[in-house]
T-cell receptor, first 111, second 114 residues
Framework: SQQGEEDPQALSIQEGENATMNCSYKTSINNLQWYRQNSGRGLVHLILIRSNEREKHSGRLRVTLDTSKKSSSLLITASRAADTASYFCAAGSGGSYIPTFGRGTSLIVHP | DAGVIQSPRHEVTEMGQEVTLRCKPISGHNSLFWYRQTMMRGLELLIYFNNNVPIDDSGMPEDRFSAKMPNASFSTLKIQPSEPRDSAVYFC????????????FGAGSRLTVL
């Protein structure tokens, strides 16, 4: 497996704005996952996108995957204060998928 | 299901003491992970079990750390002797390894070594 690297490290926006965070990885993948971590809690799985998919939606979340650029983006539309959290990506490859995480993007949504 | 259950939630101990962290994964999950999170290093993978067998322990920092999974419903992470630099939040996560391990994390065990 391999580690995804998220950027930016920190993002501060106003409620109602969209938030975009990015993930880059180094080698070919089978799939990529995004997780959220609220302060003091464990990570929570948000969405998984497979290597043969280019875009996936889940509620206000939109994930894109560009395998040619080895990158993914997570878009949160119409953000809310409750979206304040750290967001992590994990890229998976090989037979046994071992999610390893970067440092995450810390998102603050101001009410 | 109650989710992944970790204990203790908080532990404060003195340098040199033995620390045992416990995890009960979700029933039916066949993969189990231990991670450590600090501000300095982020979220580090320590060890990965598949069907109770340790598959990858390359992230275990040193011999002071050991992990076991005696059965599908229980795992421990032991630190002996503990050191102040072991202070961190330790997470256990479980999943179904079907080509995409979607993980469910526990609430974490916050360890402080004085």
């Amino acid at each position: 497996s391999q580690q995804g690297e998220e950027d930016p490290q920190a993002l501060s926006i106003q409620e109602g704005e969209n938030a975009t965070m990015n993930c880059s990885y180094k080698t070919s993948i089978n799939n990529l996952q995004w997780y959220r971590q609220n302060s003091g809690r464990g990570l929570v799985h948000l969405i998984l996108i497979r290597s043969n998919e280019r875009e996936k939606h889940s509620g206000r979340l939109r994930v894109t995957l560009d395998t040619s650029k080895k990158s993914s983006s997570l878009l949160i539309t119409a953000s809310r204060a409750a979206d304040t959290a750290s967001y992590f990506c994990a890229a998976g490859s090989g037979g046994s998928y071992i999610p390893t995480f970067g440092r995450g993007t810390s998102l603050i949504v101001h009410p | 299901d109650a989710g992944v259950i970790q204990s203790p939630r908080h532990e404060v101990t003195e340098m040199g003491q033995e620390v045992t962290l416990r995890c009960k994964p979700i029933s039916g999950h066949n993969s189990l992970f231990w991670y450590r999170q600090t501000m300095m290093r982020g979220l580090e993978l320590l060890i990965y079990f598949n069907n109770n067998v340790p598959i990858d322990d390359s992230g275990m920092p040193e011999d002071r750390f050991s992990a076991k999974m005696p059965n599908a419903s229980f795992s421990t992470l032991k630190i002996q002797p503990s050191e102040p630099r072991d202070s961190a939040v330790y997470f256990c996560a479980s999943g179904v390894d079907s080509g995409a391990n979607v993980l469910t994390f526990g609430a974490g065990s916050r360890l402080t070594v004085l």
